[in-house]
């Protein structure tokens, strides 16, 4: 069965400061989401990554994926209050396996 | 597009009575998935769906939940009878199967569920 660690699992940071959420997983795939949730609202999502060595980015936000060694993370540039949320990733075997949730807070 | 509307949006029940959540997936999706969330447990999946027959209910707690999909717009989530340890946010997301493993889903806004 496929499982998924995210850590850390609370990160409280700076404005300003750079920071990235590591995610790994135990089997293998070949295709990873990250979806962001914020504070009593559903999950929406932010990157898809579909082979080994593919990188996006959006805004202050940067997915990658190693899928040799199962990682994928998320850099975050700059952090702003904005980003304050749940960030979520999720491998997929056959169905999307999500992880424990990394609760980001940005203050000033 | 309406994107996944579920309902009701929040619902307070006592023990023992039963309870049905509600999910319309977005149209053209053909894939239908229930999960729960709670602090505890994180998101787990309870049950999916693809072209309205369910492919995978290990996540489903007992045998107190259960879950259709009559069709290709609608599908129910009910427990029966219902336990405070039900209380948690069910969410009901859809997505397009293309036949290829993981494909995007779009969550709908939740349930909140309290069972006193």
């Known amino acids: 069965e496929l499982k998924v660690e995210q850590n850390p699992l609370f990160l409280s940071m700076q404005e300003g400061k750079n920071y990235t959420i590591y995610c790994n997983y135990s089997?293998?795939?070949?295709?990873l989401y990250w979806y962001r949730q914020d504070p009593g609202k559903s999950l929406e999502s932010l990157f898809v990554?579909?082979?080994?060595?593919a990188v996006k980015q959006e805004g202050r936000l940067m997915a990658s994926l190693d899928t040799k060694a199962r990682l994928s993370t998320l850099h975050i540039t700059a952090a702003v209050h904005d980003l304050s949320a749940t960030y979520f990733c999720?491998?997929?075997?056959?169905?999307?396996?999500f992880g424990t949730g990394t609760r980001l807070q940005v203050f000033p | 597009d309406a994107g996944v509307i579920q309902s009701p949006r929040h619902e307070v029940t006592e023990m023992g009575q039963e309870v049905t959540l509600r999910c319309k997936p977005i149209?053209?999706?053909?894939?239908l998935f229930w999960y729960r969330q709670t602090m505890m447990r994180g998101l787990e999946l309870l049950i999916y769906?693809?072209?309205?027959?369910?492919?995978?209910d290990s996540g489903m707690p007992e045998d107190r939940f259960s879950a259709k999909m009559p069709n290709a717009s609608f599908s129910t989530l009910k427990i029966q009878p219902s336990e405070p340890r039900d209380s948690a946010v069910y969410f009901c997301?859809?997505?397009?199967?293309?036949?290829?493993?993981?494909?995007?889903?779009?969550f709908g806004p939740g349930t909140r569920l309290t069972v006193l």
């Open positions: 149209s053209g999706h053909n894939s």
């Open positions: 089997t293998t795939s070949d295709r």
């Open positions: 769906f693809n072209n309205n027959v369910p492919i995978d």
């Open positions: 999720a491998p997929n075997t056959d169905k999307l396996i």
């Open positions: 990554l579909l082979s080994n060595g």
């Open positions: 997301a859809s997505s397009w199967h293309s036949g290829g493993p993981g494909d995007e889903q779009f």
